[in-house]
């Protein structure tokens, strides 16, 4: 009846043995969940510096091609502006809309194209200003990893 009993199953030497081997082994687990977790650790902030990086890449890229839409659009209206102020002022002139032509004044076209490219210039400008930002961020993710690549090199000798 000894034997059946739950409280002797539990007390029995292989117990006690297994007790003291995860005790003996804790101290190496130790070191290597230690330097998984270290390596773990620099895996995420590589991780994230290469994020960053693309990131600042990529947002370059779509301003810079934001910029050249405006310009366009500036240059665009400026020509148009040009050619309109060589016509008569009674000249009958029509705006484009959809599919579909407006009659409107000479002047009134003349001042809207006008105020479209001080509107682009705008634009411009303000768009320059987030290309500057995203550069510098650009710059600086990708020294943060080159900085981290030469420890980890260092470390690594």
Same mark, same amino acid.
């Given at each position: 009846?000894?034997?059946?009993?739950?409280?002797?199953?539990?007390?029995?030497?292989?117990?006690?043995?297994?007790?003291?081997?995860?005790?003996?082994?804790?101290?190496?687990?130790?070191?290597?969940?230690?330097?998984?977790?270290?390596?773990?650790?620099?895996?995420?902030?590589?991780?994230?510096?290469?994020?960053?990086?693309?990131?600042?890449?990529?947002?370059?890229?779509? +301003?810079?091609?934001?910029? %050249?839409?405006? *310009?366009?659009?500036?240059? &665009?209206? !400026? $020509?148009?502006?040009?050619?309109?102020?060589?016509?008569?002022?009674?000249?009958?002139?029509?705006?484009?809309?959809?599919?579909?032509?407006?009659?409107?004044?000479?002047?009134?076209?003349?001042?809207?194209?006008?105020?479209?490219?001080?509107?682009?210039?705008?634009?411009?400008?303000?768009?320059?200003?987030?290309? +500057?930002?995203?550069?510098? %961020?650009?710059? *600086?993710?990708?020294?943060? &990893?080159? !900085? $981290?690549?030469?420890?980890?090199?260092?470390?690594?000798?």
């Amino acid at each position: 009846m000894k034997d059946a009993s739950p409280s002797a199953s539990c007390c029995t030497p292989t117990v006690s043995l297994h007790q003291t081997g995860s005790h003996l082994r804790h101290p190496l687990e130790t070191t290597r969940s230690a330097m998984s977790i270290s390596e773990q650790a620099l895996g995420r902030i590589v991780h994230d510096l290469q994020s960053k990086l693309q990131e600042a890449t990529r947002m370059v890229a779509t +301003v810079q091609a934001q910029i %050249q839409t405006r *310009e366009r659009e500036k240059r &665009l209206a !400026e $020509l148009t502006n040009k050619e309109l102020s060589a016509l008569q002022p009674d000249t009958i002139t029509y705006k484009a809309v959809g599919k579909m032509f407006i009659q409107e004044p000479l002047k009134d076209l003349t001042k809207e194209l006008s105020g479209r490219a001080a509107e682009m210039e705008k634009d411009v400008s303000a768009l320059e200003t987030k290309r +500057v930002y995203w550069e510098r %961020q650009k710059v *600086e993710a990708q020294g943060n &990893l080159q !900085e $981290l690549i030469t420890q980890i090199q260092k470390v690594g000798q």
